[in-house]
């Protein structure tokens, strides 16, 4: 596999300038991303096919091994914060459990039935999307999850870094990273794991667009859980309402810390009113914003 093989350009690398082999490091980084460019398409597909499936109030699941589990759920548990998607509507299917976030669980990637038991666990259903992460795109564990998903009718999308590989297949929707071999050999942490953030990146915040979470280029859904982020919350409220800092933290207040409801409230709106009419637009505050113009 090539995320495998030895590139012969960092055979002497150990004894390269330190200035040298961090350049060589971070040109490898940037390769990496550049890989991706070829996938938007790809990407932009899945993104489409799991917003459908996401509207009718279903979970984002994330299955992976070792590194690649690890990515999966960074990139999950920021979903909340930064869109306040709901923390039961998230899944992480983790080979060795909760335990391999921290340690590494030797052989835990190789258990089909641990996979099968996870699925069957977390109820994974049709109107689910799981997302399958593995570099070697040969992870068992991966593969199963995927699989066993796709028959209860989950929407599935693989993400590998080695082409013509399981995992791809096993998905409706297949995203290669083909970073090729690592400046440390086998060490897919390095290229194949920026890859995958990246990409991880670019789906679940698509998905967020696509469901009416973002607005202007602004977090409307997020949690204003704190005081930067309260600050935050009003200076968008008054960007977006076209209202000073007084009337826009008084908004954020009557809107109970939710933005959108805020802009609403800003705009004139009773908040019983704001919270029915987002209601109605499914949540989309630029839907409610057309109709008030």
Same mark, same amino acid.
């Given at each position: 596999?090539?995320?495998? !093989?030895?590139?012969?350009?960092?055979?002497?690398?150990?004894?390269?300038?330190?200035?040298?082999?961090?350049?060589?490091?971070?040109?490898?980084?940037?390769? =990496?991303? &550049?890989?991706?460019?070829? %996938?938007? +398409?790809?990407?932009? =597909? /899945?993104?489409?096919?799991?917003?459908?499936?996401?509207?009718?109030?279903?979970?984002?699941?994330?299955?992976?091994?070792?590194?690649?589990?690890?990515?999966?759920? %960074?990139?999950?548990?920021?979903?909340?914060?930064? $869109?306040?998607?709901?923390?039961?509507?998230? #899944? $992480?299917?983790?080979?060795?459990?909760? =335990?391999?976030?921290?340690?590494?669980?030797? *052989?835990?990637?190789? @258990?089909?039935?641990?996979?099968?038991?996870?699925? /069957?666990?977390?109820?994974?259903?049709?109107?689910?999307?799981?997302?399958?992460?593995?570099?070697?795109?040969?992870?068992?564990?991966?593969?199963?999850?995927?699989?066993?998903?796709?028959?209860?009718?989950?929407?599935?999308?693989?993400?590998?870094?080695?082409? +013509?590989?399981?995992?791809?297949?096993? &998905?409706?929707?297949?995203?290669?990273?083909?970073?090729?071999?690592?400046?440390?050999?086998g060490s897919t942490?390095?290229?194949?794991?920026?890859?995958?953030?990246?990409?991880?990146?670019?789906? @679940?915040?698509?998905?967020?667009?696509?469901?009416?979470?973002?607005?202007? +280029?602004?977090?409307?859904?997020? %949690?204003?859980?704190? &005081?930067?982020l309260r600050a935050?919350?009003?200076?968008?409220? *008054?960007?977006?309402?076209?209202?000073?800092?007084? !009337?826009?933290? #008084?908004?954020?207040?009557? *809107?109970?810390?939710?933005?959108?409801?805020?802009?609403?409230?800003?705009?004139?709106?009773?908040?019983?009113? &704001?919270?029915?009419?987002? =209601?109605?637009?499914? +949540?989309?505050?630029?839907?409610?914003?057309?109709?008030? @113009?």
């Amino acid at each position: 596999m090539p995320t495998e !093989a030895a590139d012969p350009r960092y055979r002497a690398i150990d004894r390269w300038p330190t200035e040298a082999a961090v350049e060589a490091m971070l040109e490898a980084q940037l390769a =990496a991303i &550049a890989a991706l460019k070829s %996938q938007t +398409g790809a990407m932009a =597909a /899945a993104i489409d096919a799991a917003a459908e499936r996401l509207r009718r109030g279903g979970r984002i699941a994330y299955a992976g091994a070792g590194t690649s589990g690890r990515i999966g759920v %960074q990139d999950g548990v920021e979903l909340t914060p930064t $869109f306040n998607w709901p923390v039961e509507r998230l #899944a $992480f299917l983790i080979a060795g459990g909760p =335990a391999a976030l921290t340690r590494t669980q030797e *052989g835990a990637e190789d @258990s089909r039935e641990a996979a099968l038991a996870a699925v /069957a666990i977390e109820e994974i259903g049709a109107d689910d999307v799981l997302i399958g992460v593995a570099a070697s795109g040969r992870t068992p564990y991966v593969i199963a999850a995927l699989e066993a998903a796709r028959a209860a009718g989950a929407l599935t999308i693989a993400l590998a870094n080695n082409a +013509g590989t399981p995992v791809l297949a096993a &998905a409706e929707h297949a995203i290669l990273a083909d970073t090729g071999s690592e400046v440390v050999a086998g060490s897919t942490r390095m290229k194949a794991g920026t890859a995958q953030k990246v990409a991880l990146n670019l789906l @679940s915040t698509g998905i967020m667009l696509r469901l009416g979470l973002v607005h202007e +280029g602004l977090m409307v859904n997020m %949690q204003v859980s704190n &005081a930067k982020l309260r600050a935050r919350a009003i200076r968008m409220v *008054g960007t977006l309402a076209g209202v000073d800092g007084a !009337a826009a933290e #008084a908004a954020l207040d009557a *809107g109970g810390r939710d933005i959108k409801r805020a802009v609403l409230i800003a705009h004139g709106l009773a908040p019983a009113d &704001a919270e029915a009419r987002l =209601a109605a637009a499914g +949540g989309s505050l630029g839907t409610v914003l057309d109709r008030l @113009s």
